[in-house]
């Protein structure tokens, strides 16, 4: 399994960003990819999820109606669409999967995820 992320960078409060995740070595719908993002001295944690193989998908609360999650099953991609960025929404990005399907209870859990793909830096200025 492979995760290789692109996207993120600097932008001002209220800009957009869109973070890309490209995932091959797997059947692409039997897993979810789920976000997460950490700051220094924080654990990480969970932003958005989505179980390939129907789209259903879950949000942080702090991010609904700003952040956007998809897939593009063509490209072995999903998408983080982040709209109207906030300071606090400053950290370290990470996209994961995980051969299971998830829900609202399990989505966040960073522990049952053994494939990351590495971290893009997220800078929201005020």
């Known amino acids: 399994v492979q995760l290789v992320k692109s996207g993120g960078g600097l932008v001002q409060e209220g800009g957009s960003l869109r973070l890309s995740c490209v995932a091959t070595g797997f059947t692409f719908d039997d897993y979810s990819i789920t976000w997460f993002r950490q700051v220094p001295g924080r654990e990480r944690e969970g932003v958005a999820c989505i179980n390939l193989s129907e789209r259903s998908t879950y949000y942080e609360d702090s991010v609904k109606g700003r952040f956007t999650i998809s897939k593009d099953g063509a490209k072995r991609t999903v998408y983080l669409q982040m709209n109207n960025l906030k300071p606090e929404d400053t950290a370290v990005y990470y996209c994961?999967?995980?051969?299971?399907?998830?829900?609202?209870?399990?989505?966040?859990?960073?522990?049952?995820?053994?494939?990351w793909g590495q971290g893009t830096q997220v800078t929201v200025s005020s």
């Open positions: 994961a999967a995980d051969l299971r399907y998830r829900n609202e209870a399990t989505w966040r859990l960073v522990h049952d995820y053994r494939n």
